[in-house]
């Protein structure tokens, strides 16, 4: 049998913390509080555990982030899963602060869930590809751009990033990209705006790729890309 690594992570409030992952589908197997705080969950054979001294009182914005990987089968249904409870256990999708669940859409093999003592556990889909990042090599102009902008997305969780990298590509290969790709890299723009916040931007977005012209079977295949924007929008209300 080979060797088995634990995380143990700050408990925080331990009652708090337990509790939020009991509502994940995690079985609370240890608690104690005395002499120090210490607890363990245990879910599909993994076990995460949380300690903290008794005499610390730190919040969970005062200490620095700590957290874990966790290897699944597939990721989709898990955070499905894991935004349904989070909506029944705190009656709200909590999306940013101190506990959040990161948003998820079609191809993404990972996200991350904060806990409420300010742990960050990353839920990583086996297969996942290795990512390269700068774009894959083997895709050239606006289509590297995507890819790396995707990358920027799902692995990094970074928003902003992606949108810079995909309107500076927008800008550089304006003239040699193709109608097809241009509305590819617009529609993840569109989704991009939903996200952080900026509706105008989003509607804006969907009135230029209105006026692209694209042939019918191209367009459709744009009206797939930009329902990820709205299931996502859809996600969103659902988190007040």
């Known amino acids: 049998m080979g060797d088995t690594a634990v995380p143990v992570m700050w408990g925080g409030n331990l009652a708090e913390t337990l509790a939020f992952y009991q509502a994940l589908g995690y ?21 995460l555990n949380f300690y903290c001294d008794a005499k610390d009182t730190r919040s969970a914005e005062d200490i620095e982030a700590a957290g874990c990987l966790v290897m699944v089968d597939e990721v989709a249904p898990l955070h499905k899963q894991f935004s349904a409870a989070l909506r029944e256990h705190l009656g709200r999708i909590p999306i940013k602060g101190i506990p959040h669940i990161s948003r998820f859409r079609p191809g993404q093999t990972r996200f991350s869930v904060t806990d409420p003592s300010g742990n960050s556990v990353t839920y990583i889909q086996r297969d996942e590809p290795d990512f390269e990042y700068g774009g894959s090599r083997e895709l050239q102009g606006l289509q590297r751009v995507l890819d790396n902008a995707r990358i920027l997305r799902f692995s990094k969780e970074d928003d902003e990033a992606a949108r810079k990298t995909l309107e500076s590509g927008l800008r550089r290969f304006a003239a040699t990209a193709s109608v097809l790709d241009k509305a590819h890299a617009m529609a993840e723009l569109t989704e991009l705006a939903v996200a952080m916040g900026n509706p105008e931007r989003a509607a804006e977005l969907r009135s230029e790729i209105a006026g692209l012209e694209l042939s019918d079977e191209e367009r459709a295949e744009i009206a797939e890309h930009l329902q990820i924007a709205a299931d996502l929008e859809q996600w969103l209300a659902d988190a007040e």
């Open 27 to 47: 079985k609370v197997t240890y608690e104690q509080t005395k002499p120090y705080a210490f607890g363990a969950v245990e879910r599909n054979g993994y076990d």
